[in-house]
């Protein structure tokens, strides 16, 4: 629940502010995007090295010590902002500028921010669900890249077509 929180509230925050883009024209908010994507696609194929702006320290142990379940909503919690935590895929930096440039619904930042949350969950989920802890460890280690490569490829060509249809 703290990680859909979390990913919430970034959402909304990235959905109020994106009202400071809004006096770029359509056209160049959406080409930048696009730029983005790409670049993400080049820096997980590792063709460019781009160092990700981020905080990069991960949620304290000693939060969830004192309450297990309120600090486990409160990691959660900043897991799912995104903010306070190491991130090492470029695709959620992709998703942020879509959600900052689209210039989109509030609803839609929301749901952005609420899928967010829920990707990250899904996979500690997926892990303690396999029944094979460090089998599934090293076979995510080992698909890694494939799967972060094919992410920002996946969102590169969809913010490509909605930047086509937007022509």
Request: charge should be positive; hydrophobic fraction near 55%; avoid cysteine.
């Amino acid at each position: 629940m703290g990680l859909i929180a979390g990913g919430l509230l970034s959402g909304v925050v990235l959905g109020a502010l994106s009202g400071l883009s809004a006096p770029l024209p359509a056209s160049w908010r959406y080409a930048a995007i696009v730029a983005v994507a790409l670049l993400a696609v080049l820096r997980e194929a590792e063709v460019v090295t781009i160092p990700l702006p981020q905080n990069a320290r991960q949620v304290p142990q000693d939060v969830l010590r004192h309450s297990p379940r309120r600090g486990a909503l409160r990691f959660g919690f900043e897991l799912g902002t995104g903010v306070r935590t190491y991130l090492s895929a470029t695709a959620p930096y992709v998703l942020a500028v879509a959600v900052f440039l689209g210039g989109q619904h509030l609803q839609v930042a929301a749901l952005a921010g609420v899928g967010f949350g829920a990707g990250r969950a899904a996979t500690p989920l997926i892990r303690r669900a396999s029944g094979a802890v460090e089998g599934w460890d090293a076979d995510l280690r080992a698909r890694l890249r494939i799967i972060t490569v094919a992410g920002s490829a996946a969102l590169a060509a969809a913010f490509g077509l909605l930047f086509l249809q937007q022509l």
